[in-house]
Structures are given as structure tokens and as C-alpha cells.
């Protein structure tokens, strides 16, 4: 079957235009060959920084030939009384090009039609592909695009050459100028001339004999393999950085791993510093000691474009540029610590926070609040934390006026723990203050990278609800796919905070507080702006249990539970689903939906009502469960007290059978209905048991 190879040279793409391009490459050939009906068993799609490139297998050579049907008008006014054909029926046989001796009478449900039907062969592949190619190159959306001279088409970098093969054969089309065929060029230094291929094994292989390594998979595995070795040759190991590791996989063409040092003396700098300085700048890769712990090494790592005649001038070359960065971190450094952290934060009302929701130093003084609360729900009530947590606030946001975070602005609260730690703050403050910014990332989350003290916990969250909360009232909260401020990043750090360290709090209470402390900043005329901030994390929330595996009726039951506490939906769900996999689960929602489905009018129930012995069985049953009950949930034994709910099956299924509950007497009406309310506000406490997928039919 005929193979597709279609190359797009350019100058050099920027490396985070380069996957998602790629990836928009795959889809729109999937989509404007299946619109064109032209099969293909599969597109893969590969490119550097000056190339990209689509390899389509066993394409076929035509589209499928279909058969086309065609009615026309009846026999009767296709033809008059002496069987000569009318103007309709010339009329049928012109619109589908043939004579009308030619055409057939058939029959249809209200008698005899002129009917043409005709087996149309699909066009060939070559033909079509010539309007279909130039139409993927130029559905390529990125996030900048340019024109060039007189050019008319704009592209991510101006377009030099284009290869577009079809079994072999050039697909003839033209862009601004540039007319497909059959040449690539390899390596710009290395072998800058031209190629010419016919297939897709003969591009790849011979572009790698010219220093290009088209697929990506391949050179990361290159870059990954090289720095192991190099790292493992300098007793160490990399510093764990992926995310650089598909940057430089897209800003070079052959990727050859270099080793290079630096002067020793730069390791008294945070390790953090030095990262940042290698990483931020250049792409390097930093070395640390093997094992846990974030102990440097004086040596570095970094990807070269090419295989060189002699490393030792690459080496040198970067090493001399690495050392001008990091004499301007370790500059940054010396001169931030001639001023105390809390003289800083003094001048933080010189930094606007969000336009019309004051300054930084507005954010740290609702935070001192939020802390507090915080502090006395989660942490010990102890002095010593509450004035670590007074001190921490302070000086968490200072660091934003720094030089080192000026220009690294990746080392915001590392900065300032770092600083707080050099000035001989309080332990407890300065490890809150370094770490209150985690998780910044989803890829922390995955990792672990959390705030690993309580008091940073608890600045974390009180931070990041502060700077969600501010998003809702200036009206930045996230819309559809847009998220300019990271308002659900934000969420989902402050909810797996909570979650992976157990920290139970009252999240509505706290929103309602926040909202409060904006209030003398900026006028909140929606009044529904609690319940909408509330049901934006109910909806992060929902999906964090679909991660974690809890079934959507469990996530849905315990949500319609919520009772404020993240911590508690979680344990609620997770309990949920143990006892849904246990025997005799079902007694458990069926006694709460037959207690709970009748309830109407109810108010203060009154034992002397009681007629039959069923209800006054059902009441002692449920009073004796009840204070275990109570007593399981306040600590936060969800399975146990859901199965001691369980046990009041046999009494509800009892006194349904034998007690009317909407008998014509009010008074015994109202009474019973109290009853049932009774018993489903113990299971409300723990779960919507409604809710559960089976709950209708087991009833």
C-alpha cells in the first residue's frame, strides 16, 4: 500500500510550539482524510525545531467508489400518450449526462419513476492530496505566528522547504513561493546540504546520517541515556527535572550530553539558587550527591546540538557563561541579605497584588486572619505556633521585592525561607515561610512536593484560598477552558493539601470569611458569591474522587452530605465504597430510602402517639443506635457508624409493613413522619444514600 511523507523545514521553531504542533498535525490528517474519504491504518507525526513532519501508512490510492442513485419523475410525466419523452423526462436525463434511452423505469411505493443509477469511481489519492496538504500545513494553529516578506501565510517560523511524497511520487503544490518535492537538508552545520528522499525509512535514516534525528522519542531517549552516564561518571545523579528534559528534547536536531564544573564556592548559594541560575539561562542540568536530600555537586550537565571536533571548547564556552550567571546570583544573594526580611515587608503596600484588591501587603494582612482560623481548627492551640504563624505571614510575600526573585521569580517563598532561615528566624517560621507556595504544579501534586511542616500547610492553604477568592471577585475565576490566573491549579493544591496530610477544616466557614475580608476593598454585589465559590470546589472536589477511584453515585452521595470538611468527603467516600464491596450492604441505603422517601410535613415527635408496637420498636432501635452513631461520627469512624445505621433495617422493613404513616389523624401523621425524619438525619449525617446507583430499584 502507498505511504504519505510530508516535511516542513523552517527556521527554528520555538521548543514549546513544537509538540503541540505536532500533535494538531496527527489530528487534522485523521480528520481531512476520513472528510475525504481516503483511508490510512495509522499518521505519525515527528519533528525538531527546523522541521515537522507526517508519515502516513498504507494510504490507499484512490477513494472508494460508491454507487449513486438517482430518481426522477414519473413514467406518466416523463412521457406523453405516444411514448415520447417529455420535457421532465429530457430534463432527468440532461441532470445526470445521459440520453434518455439510457435511463430506467422502476418502480417506487407510488408507482413506476425514471430512475438512473451509476457506480462513480473515487478520484486518486495524488489528486486530492495536492489540496489536502496544503490545507494541514495550514491548519496548524500556534501560540505566535508570523508573516515574512511579501508572503501572505503566516506560520510559527518562515517555511524554506517542503517534502510531500506519495508512493515515491512528488505531490506537487506550492506555498508562497515554496514548491513541494522530494529534498530535505540535514544538519545545519554539519551537513547543511541538500537530501533527497523517496520514502519514509530513507528520510529517517538518511537524516540521521546527517546529523538529524527526526523522532522525538528517540532523541529523548538519547538525552536521557547521556545524562545518566555523564552523571554516572561523576559519581552523582541528575538533579530530576522532565519538564527540561522536553524543552531541550525540542531545541536540538542530534543531541549530544556534555559534562562541565564550576568553582566549588558557589555551592554555599541555596541549591535551589544554583538550579534556577543553570535551568533558567542556559538549560542545564545540575548534579546532586546520590541518594535523598538536595546536596549539588560542582558540576553540570547540558545538551549539545552536534557531535564537535573537540568538546573541550564547548565545555569551556558554557562554563565560562555559567560562571557570569551565577556571579550575578551570588550577587543577588550577598546584596538581598543587607536588608532584614521584615524591613521588606514593610514596603510590600508598594505592590499591587490585584488591580482593585489593594497591595501585598492588603493579601498578608487577610492572611493573618485566615491563618489564625486556620490555626485554631487544624494546628494545636498553643502560643508558640500562633506567634510562628503571626511572624510567618509577615514575611512570606517580602521575597517579591528581592533581586533574586526579580529575576528568577520561580524562587518566590523559597527566597524568603532562605532569607528568613540566614536571619535567624524561628524554625518554625522560616520552613512555613519556604515552602507555603507547594504545590505549585499538578506535577507536584504527582510527586509529593508538599509543604512538609504544619504551620506551612496551613499558610499554603490559607494563600491559595485567599488568591482563589480574590479571582472570584475581581470576576478572573475560570471560564470554560480559560484559567488566566491558575484558579483550579490553585483548588486542587489547597484540596490535596488537605487530603494528604488529613487536615479537617470548615472550607465553607472559611469562604465565607475570605469573601469578608475583601469587603472593605471592593464592592461584592453578587450575593450568591459564597455558594458559587463553594460548588467551583464541590466540582474540583467531585473530580479528585474520580481520580482517586470512587464511584460517581458514592462521590455524588457524600457531596450531598457535605457537612464543609474536604477531609470528611473523602473518608465518607472511601468508607463507602469498603462497606459497598462487604455482604448485606444493600439493607443499608434501603433503610434510609424507605425511611426517607415518605417524609413530608414533620415537627416535634411525641412517643405518646405511638400506636402500634412496630413504631415504638423502631424508636428504642433507633435511640439505641443513636449515641454510637453520634458518637462513631464525631470520631470519624464513617464505616462503623454507616454498618450500626445498617442494624435498624429489620425495624423499618417491620414497621412499614405493619404501621399506615399517612393515616387521616394529623396529629399521627405528622408524628410518624418525625419519626422517619429522625432516622434519615443519621444517615444524612454521613451520605445522600438516594443517591447510590441501585437505591430506586431496592427500595
Same mark, same amino acid.
Given at each position: 500500500? *502507498?505511504?504519505?511523507?510530508?516535511?516542513?523545514?523552517?527556521?527554528?521553531?520555538?521548543?514549546?510550539?513544537? *509538540?503541540?504542533?505536532?500533535?494538531?498535525?496527527?489530528?487534522?490528517?485523521?480528520?481531512?482524510?476520513?472528510?475525504?474519504?481516503?483511508?490510512?491504518?495509522?499518521?505519525?507525526?515527528?519533528?525538531?525545531?527546523?522541521?515537522?513532519?507526517?508519515?502516513?501508512?498504507?494510504?490507499?490510492?484512490?477513494?472508494?467508489?460508491?454507487?449513486?442513485?438517482?430518481?426522477?419523475?414519473?413514467?406518466?410525466?416523463?412521457?406523453?400518450?405516444?411514448?415520447?419523452?417529455?420535457?421532465?423526462?429530457?430534463?432527468?436525463?440532461?441532470?445526470?449526462?445521459?440520453?434518455?434511452?439510457?435511463?430506467?423505469?422502476?418502480?417506487?411505493?407510488?408507482?413506476?419513476?425514471?430512475?438512473?443509477?451509476?457506480?462513480?469511481?473515487?478520484?486518486?489519492?495524488?489528486?486530492?492530496?495536492?489540496?489536502?496538504?496544503?490545507?494541514?500545513?495550514?491548519?496548524?494553529?500556534?501560540?505566535?505566528?508570523?508573516?515574512?516578506?511579501? /508572503?501572505?501565510?503566516?506560520?510559527?517560523?518562515?517555511?524554506?522547504?517542503?517534502?510531500?511524497?506519495?508512493?515515491?511520487?512528488?505531490?506537487?503544490?506550492?506555498?508562497?513561493?515554496?514548491?513541494?518535492?522530494?529534498?530535505?537538508? /540535514?544538519?545545519?552545520?554539519? &551537513?547543511?546540504?541538500?537530501?533527497?528522499?523517496? %520514502?519514509?525509512?530513507?528520510?529517517?535514516?538518511?537524516?540521521?546520517?546527517?546529523?538529524?534525528?527526526?523522532?522525538?522519542?528517540?532523541?529523548?531517549?538519547?538525552?536521557?541515556?547521556?545524562?545518566?552516564?555523564?552523571?554516572?561518571?561523576?559519581?552523582?545523579?541528575?538533579?530530576?527535572?522532565?519538564?527540561?528534559?522536553?524543552?531541550?528534547?525540542?531545541?536540538?536536531?542530534?543531541?549530544?550530553?556534555?559534562?562541565?564544573?564550576?568553582?566549588?564556592?558557589?555551592?554555599?548559594?541555596?541549591?535551589?539558587? @544554583?538550579?534556577?541560575?543553570?535551568?533558567?539561562?542556559?538549560?542545564?542540568?545540575?548534579?546532586?550527591?546520590?541518594?535523598?536530600?538536595?546536596?549539588?555537586?560542582?558540576?553540570? @550537565?547540558?545538551?549539545?546540538? +552536534?557531535?564537535? *571536533? $573537540?568538546?573541550?571548547?564547548?565545555?569551556?564556552?558554557?562554563?565560562?557563561?555559567?560562571?557570569?550567571?551565577?556571579?550575578?546570583?551570588?550577587?543577588?544573594?550577598?546584596?538581598?541579605?543587607?536588608?532584614?526580611?521584615?524591613?521588606?515587608?514593610?514596603?510590600?503596600?508598594?505592590?499591587?497584588?490585584?488591580?482593585?484588591?489593594?497591595?501585598?501587603?492588603?493579601?498578608?494582612?487577610?492572611?493573618?486572619?485566615?491563618?489564625?482560623?486556620?490555626?485554631?481548627?487544624?494546628?494545636?492551640?498553643?502560643?508558640?505556633?500562633?506567634?510562628?504563624?503571626?511572624?510567618?505571614?509577615?514575611?512570606?510575600?517580602?521575597?517579591?521585592?528581592?533581586?533574586?526573585?526579580?529575576?528568577?521569580?520561580?524562587?518566590?517563598?523559597?527566597?524568603?525561607?532562605?532569607?528568613?532561615?540566614?536571619? !535567624?528566624?524561628?524554625?518554625?517560621?522560616?520552613?512555613?515561610? !519556604?515552602?507555603?507556595?507547594?504545590?505549585?504544579?499538578?506535577? $507536584?501534586?504527582?510527586?509529593?512536593?508538599?509543604?512538609?511542616?504544619?504551620?506551612?500547610?496551613?499558610?499554603?492553604?490559607?494563600?491559595?484560598?485567599?488568591?482563589?477568592?480574590?479571582?472570584?471577585?475581581?470576576?478572573?475565576?475560570?471560564?470554560?477552558?480559560?484559567?488566566?490566573?491558575?484558579? !483550579?491549579?490553585?483548588?486542587?493544591? @489547597?484540596?490535596?493539601?488537605?487530603?494528604?496530610?488529613?487536615?479537617?477544616?470548615?472550607?465553607?466557614?472559611?469562604?465565607?470569611?475570605?469573601?469578608?475580608?475583601?469587603?472593605?476593598?471592593?464592592?461584592?454585589?453578587?450575593?450568591?458569591?459564597?455558594?458559587?465559590?463553594?460548588?467551583?470546589?464541590?466540582?474540583?472536589?467531585?473530580?479528585?474522587? #474520580?481520580?482517586?477511584?470512587?464511584?460517581?453515585?458514592?462521590?455524588?452521595?457524600?457531596?450531598?452530605?457535605?457537612?464543609?470538611?474536604?477531609?470528611?468527603?473523602?473518608?465518607?467516600?472511601?468508607?463507602?465504597?469498603?462497606?459497598?464491596?462487604?455482604?448485606?450492604?444493600?439493607?443499608?441505603?434501603?433503610?434510609?430510602?424507605?425511611?426517607?422517601?415518605?417524609?413530608?410535613?414533620? /415537627?416535634?415527635?411525641?412517643?405518646?402517639?405511638?400506636?402500634?408496637?412496630?413504631?415504638?420498636?423502631?424508636?428504642? &432501635?433507633?435511640?439505641?443506635?443513636?449515641?454510637?452513631?453520634?458518637?462513631?461520627?464525631?470520631?470519624?469512624?464513617?464505616?462503623?457508624?454507616? +454498618?450500626? @445505621? /445498617?442494624?435498624?433495617?429489620?425495624?423499618? #422493613?417491620?414497621?412499614?409493613?405493619?404501621?399506615?404513616? %399517612?393515616?387521616?389523624?394529623?396529629?399521627?401523621?405528622?408524628?410518624?413522619?418525625?419519626?422517619?425524619?429522625?432516622?434519615?438525619?443519621?444517615?444524612?449525617?454521613?451520605?445522600?444514600?438516594?443517591?447510590?446507583?441501585?437505591?430506586?430499584? %431496592?427500595?
Amino acid at each position: 500500500m *502507498p505511504e504519505l511523507l510530508l516535511e516542513v523545514g523552517c527556521e527554528e521553531i520555538p521548543a514549546r510550539f513544537v *509538540p503541540d504542533a505536532l500533535a494538531q498535525m496527527e489530528e487534522l490528517a485523521k480528520e481531512i482524510f476520513a472528510r475525504e474519504k481516503i483511508e490510512c491504518r495509522g499518521f505519525k507525526a515527528m519533528g525538531t525545531p527546523r522541521r515537522l513532519a507526517l508519515v502516513g501508512k498504507d494510504v490507499t490510492p484512490s477513494q472508494a467508489s460508491k454507487a449513486i442513485e438517482k430518481w426522477g419523475p414519473y413514467v406518466s410525466q416523463a412521457f406523453d400518450a405516444s411514448g415520447n419523452p417529455t420535457k421532465a423526462g429530457l430534463g432527468f436525463a440532461r441532470s445526470v449526462g445521459v440520453d434518455i434511452s439510457q435511463v430506467q423505469k422502476k418502480e417506487s411505493e407510488k408507482g413506476q419513476r425514471l430512475y438512473y443509477r451509476v457506480e462513480q469511481e473515487g478520484r486518486a489519492a495524488k489528486e486530492i492530496l495536492k489540496t489536502i496538504l496544503p490545507a494541514i500545513i495550514l491548519a496548524i494553529k500556534f501560540p505566535k505566528s508570523m508573516r515574512w516578506g511579501s /508572503g501572505k501565510i503566516r506560520f510559527a517560523r518562515p517555511i524554506h522547504w517542503i517534502v510531500a511524497l506519495f508512493d515515491g511520487e512528488v505531490i506537487d503544490f506550492e506555498l508562497d513561493r515554496v514548491k513541494s518535492g522530494s529534498q530535505t537538508y /540535514g544538519h545545519r552545520f554539519r &551537513a547543511p546540504g541538500p537530501l533527497v528522499v523517496d %520514502n519514509a525509512a530513507g528520510y529517517l535514516s538518511g537524516l540521521e546520517k546527517a546529523f538529524v534525528i527526526v523522532e522525538p522519542g528517540r532523541r529523548q531517549e538519547m538525552i536521557e541515556n547521556g545524562l545518566a552516564q555523564k552523571a554516572n561518571e561523576s559519581g552523582a545523579e541528575i538533579y530530576p527535572d522532565p519538564e527540561l528534559v522536553q524543552e531541550v528534547n525540542y531545541l536540538v536536531e542530534y543531541p549530544v550530553v556534555m559534562a562541565g564544573e564550576f568553582d566549588p564556592k558557589f555551592l554555599e548559594l541555596p541549591p535551589e539558587v @544554583l538550579i534556577a541560575a543553570m535551568r533558567g539561562h542556559q538549560r542545564y542540568f545540575a548534579l546532586k550527591e546520590k541518594g535523598p536530600g538536595l546536596k549539588l555537586i560542582s558540576h553540570f @550537565l547540558f545538551v549539545a546540538n +552536534t557531535k564537535v *571536533p $573537540d568538546e573541550k571548547v564547548v565545555i569551556q564556552g558554557n562554563q565560562k557563561v555559567l560562571l557570569a550567571r551565577l556571579n550575578d546570583a551570588e550577587f543577588f544573594y550577598r546584596e538581598d541579605l543587607k536588608t532584614p526580611l521584615s524591613k521588606r515587608a514593610e514596603k510590600l503596600d508598594q505592590m499591587v497584588f490585584q488591580a482593585g484588591l489593594g497591595t501585598y501587603l492588603d493579601k498578608t494582612g487577610r492572611l493573618e486572619k485566615l491563618v489564625d482560623e486556620l490555626v485554631g481548627q487544624i494546628g494545636p492551640k498553643d502560643k508558640e505556633i500562633k506567634k510562628a504563624a503571626k511572624r510567618a505571614v509577615k514575611l512570606c510575600k517580602a521575597d517579591l521585592l528581592t533581586q533574586m526573585v526579580g529575576e528568577f521569580p520561580e524562587l518566590e517563598g523559597i527566597m524568603a525561607g532562605e532569607y528568613a532561615r540566614a536571619q !535567624r528566624e524561628p524554625e518554625l517560621v522560616w520552613k512555613a515561610v !519556604r515552602e507555603h507556595y507547594l504545590p505549585k504544579t499538578a506535577t $507536584d501534586i504527582e510527586q509529593g512536593k508538599f509543604p512538609q511542616s504544619l504551620l506551612g500547610q496551613i499558610l499554603s492553604i490559607a494563600d491559595k484560598l485567599d488568591s482563589i477568592i480574590a479571582g472570584f471577585v475581581s470576576k478572573n475565576q475560570p471560564t470554560g477552558s480559560q484559567d488566566p490566573f491558575g484558579i !483550579r491549579r490553585l483548588a486542587n493544591g @489547597l484540596i490535596y493539601t488537605a487530603l494528604h496530610f488529613d487536615l479537617d477544616f470548615n472550607l465553607t466557614g472559611m469562604i465565607k470569611q475570605g469573601i469578608t475580608l475583601f469587603s472593605n476593598m471592593a464592592r461584592i454585589k453578587d450575593k450568591k458569591l459564597p455558594d458559587n465559590i463553594l460548588d467551583f470546589f464541590l466540582a474540583r472536589i467531585k473530580n479528585i474522587l #474520580d481520580e482517586k477511584n470512587i464511584e460517581y453515585d458514592i462521590a455524588n452521595a457524600v457531596i450531598a452530605a457535605w457537612d464543609g470538611s474536604p477531609v470528611s468527603v473523602m473518608n465518607r467516600a472511601r468508607a463507602l465504597s469498603e462497606l459497598r464491596r462487604e455482604p448485606g450492604f444493600e439493607d443499608l441505603f434501603v433503610g434510609f430510602r424507605r425511611a426517607a422517601r415518605i417524609i413530608e410535613k414533620t /415537627g416535634k415527635m411525641d412517643e405518646s402517639l405511638f400506636e402500634y408496637e412496630e413504631e415504638k420498636a423502631l424508636w428504642r &432501635a433507633f435511640v439505641s443506635v443513636k449515641g454510637r452513631v453520634e458518637k462513631l461520627i464525631a470520631e470519624k469512624k464513617w464505616k462503623e457508624a454507616m +454498618t450500626a @445505621l /445498617g442494624e435498624l433495617k429489620p425495624f423499618i #422493613d417491620r414497621f412499614f409493613d405493619k404501621v399506615m404513616v %399517612n393515616v387521616e389523624n394529623r396529629k399521627i401523621r405528622i408524628n410518624r413522619h418525625s419519626l422517619l425524619e429522625n432516622i434519615a438525619k443519621e444517615f444524612r449525617a454521613i451520605a445522600d444514600f438516594s443517591r447510590l446507583t441501585g437505591a430506586e430499584k %431496592n427500595q
